[in-house]
């Protein structure tokens, strides 16, 4: 199958919503441990899409199977900061997506005026982490307890990308 790599648009917003939930449930990667309520993400969704911000999918045929985004941050003086996200469904790993997607989300990011890219990776997450020092995301710094799942804490790295 052909995958491909496309701004996210209202047709994906479904796929992308059950994409975000099967990562989620991992609980391995990401913040949350399921996705946020079925409407509060399509709000989401179309707030990224209405607002021209930095969001792509990744398409197995019309399918999502990941997505990775660059959104601003808040505050004025941080208007030069994106904060990357990025998954992908299980299935869809170790095929070259992630770094299709983050090459995407990072040129847009460079249109939109950001000149700083941040991310938190967990630390039990080498493969990400080195995917990140391949586009020159460097450590800044250690998240100690930085998330606690079913009792256990995880440590994270604050990582940063220089545009």
Not at 42 to 58: E, K, M, S, T
Not at 66 to 85: F, K, M, N, Q
Not at 114 to 122: N, Q, S
Request: with cysteine; net charge negative.
């Amino acid at each position: 199958m052909t995958y491909t790599v496309s701004p996210t648009a209202e047709e994906h917003f479904s796929g992308l919503f059950s994409a975000i939930d099967a990562v989620a449930r991992e609980k391995q990667f990401l913040a949350f441990l399921q996705a946020p309520a079925y409407e509060e993400s399509l709000a989401f969704y179309r707030r990224i899409v209405d607002q021209d911000l930095c969001q792509f999918v990744a398409l197995e045929g019309k399918e999502v199977v990941g997505w990775c985004d660059i959104l601003p941050t808040h505050g004025e003086s941080r208007a030069h900061v994106g904060r990357l996200g990025i998954g992908l469904i299980l299935t869809a790993r170790h095929k070259g997506l992630g770094a299709r997607l983050i090459d995407a989300a990072l040129a847009k990011a460079q249109t939109k005026g950001m000149t700083r890219v941040e991310l938190i990776v967990r630390c039990d997450n080498l493969n990400a982490k080195v995917l990140y020092e391949k586009f020159g995301f460097v450590v800044e710094g250690l998240q100690r307890n930085s998330s606690l799942i079913e009792g256990q804490y995880y440590d994270a790295f604050a990582m940063a990308l220089l545009c």
